[in-house]
């Protein structure tokens, strides 16, 4: 291993550390496409309230109407959880590589280790930036579309009530 460092060395100085970033950088990517997913359909949610008709088929229109909510919150539960042990694990990969310089330069200065433990500090750190927010998204969307199925069925249960009363 030499002793030149860049950023760009950082995320992708080896294969494995390349491919570690990779995943995290795209599954970062991909969440933030489901973010602005979920941003757009609540938005035009507010603009246009789901409103259930007497003729609707009660017992089914909640969950249909629920569908698009919770379309895709699994990706965000699965980011916000995997995304740091993926970068736990570029983090073990970089101080395995700075234990490797040691071994091969039979020296402990900071030359030989420092790259190994920034890319170490590197992946760890794309792992939170992925994760951090998927989380966050993810329990505020399965929030609001909780919120939303509770309504949606109370209303339900408030039409079939005043049918019944009929």
């Known amino acids: 291993m030499t002793n030149t460092f860049s950023l760009l060395t950082l995320f992708t100085g080896d294969i494995m550390t390349l491919f570690i970033s990779l995943v995290l950088v795209l599954g970062s990517i ?3 496409a489901v973010i602005i997913e979920k941003i ?4 035009f949610q507010k603009k246009n309230p789901v ?10 229109i909640a969950d249909k109407l629920i569908r698009p909510f919770d379309k895709n919150l699994w990706f965000l ?6 995304a740091p042990f993926i970068g736990l694990f570029g983090t073990i990969w970089g101080v395995m590589d700075s ?3 040691i071994g091969v330069n039979q020296s402990v200065s900071i030359g030989v280790i420092a790259p190994g433990l920034a890319t170490a500090l590197g992946t760890t750190a794309l792992g939170l ?8 998204a993810y329990q505020y969307f399965s929030k609001k579309s909780d919120d939303l199925y509770d309504k949606l069925i109370e209303t339900c249960k408030e039409m079939k009530d005043s049918k019944s009363k009929k």
């Open 30 to 32: 991909m969440s933030w």
């Open 40 to 43: 757009r359909i609540w938005h």
């Open 51 to 60: 409103r259930i008709k007497s003729g609707d088929n009660l017992s089914l």
């Open 77 to 82: 539960s699965m980011v916000s959880y995997v």
């Open 99 to 101: 234990f490797a310089s």
């Open 129 to 136: 930036i992925a994760a951090v927010p998927a989380a966050i």
